[in-house]
């Protein structure tokens, strides 16, 4: 029973921290073009600091 | 363009058309500020389709002056450019250049999918409340007792309460939606089953009761969410498809004021009796008279007629019509509010027909449904409380009842059946508005098409290259490749490659034909009386006809016809063997009809309708008890489609055809037509075979409920079993028929999703 006491909120936490950084990804605009970003990973940029 | 050929199905082959691109002025107008002088233009580029496209776009239009920056959106196949300045950067013209065609669409300001986010946040919340109380649930089902199993209780109850605030709010707005209607929707008993789980399992966890439903009634609104999701993806990526294609319709028109001056208006703002100013290569915007020029007009889509139409001043011109070879002043007769496109509108919208009424299958099972189930619910509360006189367990076993009968799998068996179907038709360039219309399109036994433009191409096909001389020929295609004359195209079109003739001083006369010099004679190639103007009037010369001339005398003469839509005869045939008759209504001339009728074997066709004509036979077909498929691309055509029962419109067809279409269809083939009749049918076969499983479950499990021996355990495993079961018949569609060449991007996305929906 005390182990629970703490492990529950540990559960839940980390549930809570996986949903919150879905809504936010969610938020920014991650899922707004999901084939372009699978395909942006092939782009070479150039724009090394100088 | 230097990438990846197959794939491209929304590559859409649109050359056919001719329209010019976007002028700056069109552009300035459909841009949107973002504050200070910078501003965004967003623009469908169909041909995207991989990293090296994204990085030629992007890199090119960042060269440009005044362009701060592009992005391309893979998904959408857009890109957006925001730029500063008064003067618009040439982004289409450079777009062009690179080999990517790109029009402006109408962009919906500010308009983000505010629904799918609201349903993919509720998704993700329910799954979060699912997953966790599932896992109190598990240790509680394990044996967890006493003070242990109500601290699980009390937690799962604090975890559902943000899930049925969130998700269920959704069911819960809609259901009330419905009763306060005095409808029936599948929300209903939903939203009755999960509010009654959710307050018996309070009740039970204050009193330390030993059995509590919070986990059947979170993991309910998850699976249910995820059905609703998918439907919801489905018709957004249609609209999404069906909204990136090229607009037809002028967006404004350059308006020549009594000072001189000249401004760009958008069509809203053009007023009767203003002087308005028409490019070769624009449409129409309103009704109108010439005042001055000469030119031909495409008035294809607008009357169905495939030959282009010669207007001189005095002559009254409709709106919608395309002006292919001269500029034109004409003066606005009407307000494009009064015009022949809004007229149009007027019929559609009066037209209304079958849709209206037609009620989605889920709907109308439900309708039986709910009060079956409320109602056995009642009865079972009623006997057990005659039984045992227990008020506490006669209620404990009817919401058992509820929860057993909730239609989890009703309630999936539908969308998912949709969106596998939705899935296969876009993979063959097929667009399905949303899934009533499938539903529709299973039903019909007749279809109806229009002439111009979906049995044909609307483009005349030269068909006598064979006795042409191929000298000829080559002068003829040389001068010829000046003109947007759809003949002079047909012309361009069928000579090979012959080298370069010489030619000096080409000029255009809109009306006759293309003149030039060569070598010390005059060439014409046009019509028979302006360019042969020294042959003799024989047998031949009677009828009109297009010639090519050598100082006036006749050297060929070119014989033109409609071009008939790829495997136009194969889809009427397939129509006919899936018990479909073909009918065609169009408003060409008779003899222009009777001939494509006779090539593709059509026994009925009326020739010469108004718009009103076709909407009054498709009426008549409907009274007579047939349930009528409409297929057109025209303006002409848009009354009809919306009369329809169902309707399929090509995506070469006029805007507010393919907004009345319940189905667009990408590429040229006709096939499209009777392979989604085809998918139609076998997904309606499945939804029926599903709402049989789901009764044939529900006879299982029901008495088991009724007899009180329903556990929660019992009950989730219950209704994830048949939810797997409607979800794996569901899927069998796909391997109904070879599937239509991989696609590589979009598809995956998709699968993920459905992969998602398994898993769950």
Known sequence: ?50 | MSCCAPGAEIALDLNGITSALPSSQEIRLASRSLGGDLRQTDLSVPTVHCAACIQTIETALGKLDRVEGARVNLSTKRVSVRWRGDEVPPFVAALGRLGYPAHLFDPEIGEKDKTLSELIRAVAVAGFAAGNIMLLSVSVWSGAEGATRDLFHWVSALIAIPALAFAGGIYFRSAWNALSHGRMNMDVPIAVGVSLAYTMSLYETINHGDHAYFDASVSLLFFLLIGRTLDHVMRERARTAVNGLSRLAARGAMVLRDDGSRDYLPVDEIEPGMHLLIAAGERIPVDGKIIRGTSDLDCSLVSGESTPRTVASGETVQAGTLNITGPLTIEATAAAKDSFLAEMVRLMEAAEGGRAHYRRIADRVSALYAPVVHLTAFVTFLGWMMATGDWHRAMTIAIAVLIITCPCALGLAVPIVQVVAARRLFESGVMVKDGSAMERLATIDTAVFDKTGTLTLGQPRLVNVASIDPAMLAIAAAMAAHSRHPFSRAIAGSAGFVGQPNLESVSEHPGFGIEATAAGSTWRLGRRGWAGWKARTDGESGHGGTVLTKDGIIVASFVFEDALRAYAGTALAQLNDAQVSVEMLSGDTAAACGEVAEILGIDRFVPALLPSGKVDRIEALARAGHKVLMVGDGLNDTPALGAAHVSIAPATAADIGRNAADFVFLRESLLAVPLAVDVSRKAGGLIRQNIAIAIVYNAVAVPIAILGHVTPLIAAIAMSASSLLVIGNALRLQGFAPSAPERIAPQDRYSNVNSLAQFS
Do not use: C, H, N
């Open chain 1, 1 to 50: 029973m005390t182990t629970l006491v703490y492990l529950i909120p540990v559960a839940l936490f980390l549930g809570a921290l996986g949903l919150f950084g879905f809504l936010w990804a969610l938020r920014s605009g991650q899922y707004e073009d999901l084939d372009g970003a699978a395909e942006r990973i092939l782009i070479d940029r150039d724009d090394r600091p100088s």
